[in-house]
């Protein structure tokens, strides 16, 4: 029954949870064979009951009602283990409450059958049942629990059933025959589409909000059908709450029983830590403490009053024929509980189980003390006698509970217990697990080795694999609509299609997917020649690791073209035929420039360690780390010392600042900021001294950013975050022009560590799973982030007009025919903005003659106006294009 | 409409017990034996509380439904089968009752009783069975009825005579049988009628007014 050792990748952790539906060993049939004949008994007694009627029981006159009722609401109030806690722990952003949800709202459901169950036993005409329906009479409280009792199992069941569909959906696609059809009908179609999500998530939400009053009013319903009586001891209008703070109470303890077994029982230890216990244990507690508030509350008013028949049945609870029940009921519910819960040391996974246990025992026997000493001490003292349930009802009872313990394992071998989907991947766990280092690339990159051997050197090792996706126009945006771009069947190629929506023109491009290609380029145009990346060789021209463009893809084009005549002169003089670039290898060239500069900075600015040591004492990080303080929360850091990117610390700092926080909190730590450069220092402190060689570095692979702007949608950061405008509200527009994303990557990953905190509770609030990565995420993300800048481009094209006019009209037109160059509207492949820049460059050699014949400066570009320009230009011949065509 | 009630004057009855084995005759009401009376399963519609019973007046008392005016027991009934009509009766539907027992914990005089199983009586009982009144299921609840098929039986003769219902024509069992004449059965909302003048009387009292029953069954106090 074991489950396999946990895989080692995030995916395969799933298998750990998946594992018991596809296996049944031995204990389980045992169990359940042990079970069902339980259930089997229990089948029996019913049948004889019903034979004979409800004489089989011992109940009689004035004890009408005995173990069914008190079962009924017995289980009606364990019912609320589920659905409302697992709602209210939804609502409050409880984050630990994320395996345990599912286990508790399968209690639920299952509870309520054998709650309504019981009802059912109960009744002498069972067979007439329907009259409940068929003749409603509105004033009776049984009605009220009719009416509550379903709507509440039929929310309960929606609510068990929405979260499940993802699980469904994953089973399926797991699967074969019968089963295959099994979940492929429950899935519904479930593809996990946004929209879908979506929608899931709202609903969810909203059943989440929906089935609080619910829950409360059933409980509530349940407790008037006493309270509305003018019974002594039942006539209480605390009895509402009453019932609802016991029924939570009692709901809490059976979910905890719950979680140890199947924690146990299925090898899910990695899943429910000791911290779930804890939390529960605490809430237990706190429920103890106000179930004893409404207990002392109901008895003494009840014992201050003297009313001769309260006082009755309150003297036959506390002294008479009831007072080892009574008694036992304060012990089980609240001395052993509160005595095991209120200690720390005590308050573990075995110590809560025994308060669980407690608790639900006591909990019956509290039921049990309600319903029975109030009818056996009546009113009218004509009769009375000593209920002892007879055999029927004491084997029905364990019936309904060996079905429940039945039907619960049934569950488990058909769905995972624990929602796969809202356990994001606990990757911070990966920091100590080697398959998480497994992710980790190496690069070797000795000083002093010149970029001539460098570029080819990345390349061949796939380094450079950097997908530059560039996001702009609205419909690109996250793949749901693709404009009927000039580039259709090229998706590889730049596109753009000018919107008409504002002054500013978006323009739409998007890189190759290659950028080594661009590598290749860099080395076969004569690039190299000229330029270094990064190297300490002195070139001619300028080192373009070291530059920093801080502008978009436009502008690293506008660059390109300014330098060309000076280029070209220099080329002359060195005897490299001045290269031509088709609009793909420009596409190329700027994607890996940017590529490259994306993953040097980190090289070109180093941190500094000992201000990272600064700042590691500085923000209380000493407080929980230390290296070889075993006393301390956190883990040692030193297993980072000089073997780990940047990025994959970045990762392990995001994916475990939920739990840190918890415990930061908990010991009164501000959350730590990083400013400026801190970031990287603090990194560069935690990889500082190893041993090892100080010129190896670990890399991520560059991340994709094309991947990382899928997970910025499945990771639903475009649920806040819009990108240029376009996605979700709330969090900052990470597109917004002037918005500086291009620095370190360690100053990015400060910026998200930042705001993690506030993040965490707007995804809370919004419902939205916490965000968590693994490396080659992380690495994906940034790398989307970085681009996103640098890929968004507007231009106006009525400034671009005015440039066209003032640097371009001398020799060009559009629309107006040949003058010294050719006229614009009629070349091809002027349909992207890529493409422009390419054409510009290779006419540049031309160009560049003929302004000298004519003694004309070469117009440059100012940041900017590459854009403006080439949103002029596309404009002006998407309108001229008709027309031409005619 | 005919408002029916019952008074009781304590003064006159013996605590014969007549009343009681009248009514069980008289409605079918199924036979107990001791040990179904200590289970807890007495069947009867009608029995006389001790006077030593804490609570109790005092006096011998007999106690059947009281047919409350605003009775506990039918607003809590799920299913209606449990209803006051427009006589001032509390009536009981037999077909209808589900048997949940809802009603007979609702009732503070815990005059309603429940058919744990099958009624049964001895052989030598089952000719002397009253043809007028239906023999309940188990798992139903039943009650006193005043003797609701007597006053179905009294009005149609008084139909068939073409006279209206004069007072003598419908008399519960228990009024009948009473060798003290300690109880009196009529309308009382006839100002003229005998019951009318004994419920103002100043020995008069309803058990367990205080709970807003408004109890038709009126007790008649010991005289001084």
New interface residues.
Partial sequence: MDAPLPASTADASHDEIIAPIFTIGRSFRLWAMALAAVVGWALFAWTWQLT????A?????????GLYITNFVFFVGVSHAGTLISAILRIVQAEWRRPITRMAEVITVLVLFFGVGN?LL?????D??L??IL???L?????WD?SSITVYLMCSSIYLYLPLIPDIALLRDRTTGWRHVFYGRLANGWTGAPHQWHRLEKTISIMAIGVIPVAVSVHTVVSW?FG????PMWHSSIFGPYFVVGAIFSGIAAIITAMVVVRKVYGLERYLQPVHFNNLGLLLLVMACLWLYFTFAEYLTTWYAQE??EL?VFNAKLFGPFAPLFWAMLVFCFIVPFTILANNRTRTIAGTLIASISVNIGMWLERFTIVVPS?SN????????V?KPSWVEWSLMAGCFAAFALLYMGFTKLFPIISIWELSAETSEAAGDPAGAATVGRLHLPPGHGPARTVPGLARTTLGVVLILVVGGSAVAFGQTRPAAPAVGRPDRASAQPSRTGRDITLSIELPDNPTTGALLFVEKGCVRCHALAGNATRVGPDLGRLHFRGTVMDLAGSFWNHAPVMREKMLDMKIQPPTLTSREMADLVAFLTAYRYYLTEVGQPGNPAAGKAVFAGKGCTRCHGAGAWDKPGPDLSRYKGRFSSIFLAQVMWNHGAEMATVMRGQGIAWPKFEGREMGDLLAFLQAGSGGATDERVYFEPGSPRRGRELFASKRCDQCHAVAGIGGHGGPDLGRRGREFVGSISSLAGLMWNHSQGMTAELARRNIPRVSFSGQEMADILAYLYFVNYATVSGNPDRGGELFIKKCSPCHSIGGGKRIGPDLSTITDLDEPIAIIAAMWDHAPKMDQELRSRNLPWPRFEPGEAADLTAFVLSRRSQAAPTAAR | MSRWGLVIDLDRCTACQACVVACKHENNVSFSTPTTTKAGRLMTWIQLVAADAPGATGTAMPLMCQHCDRPPCTDVCPTSATYLNPEGIVAQVYPRCIGCRYCTNACPYAVKVFNWTTPEWPDAMTPMMNPDVSVRPKGVVEKCTFCHHRLMAARERARAEGRDLAPEDYVPACVQTCPGEAMVFGDLDDPHSEVAALAASARAFRWMEELGTKPKVIYLREGE
């Fill in positions: 004979h009627g409800l004489g029981t011992n109940l009689g006159r004035p004890v009408y009602w009802v109960d009744l002498g005409r069972p007439r049942a009259n409940v003749h409603p009479h004033r009776s409280p049984l009605i009719v059908v509305m009586t003018i019974q001769p028949n009755n009818l009546p009113r009218a003292p004509v009769h009375t006698f209920y």
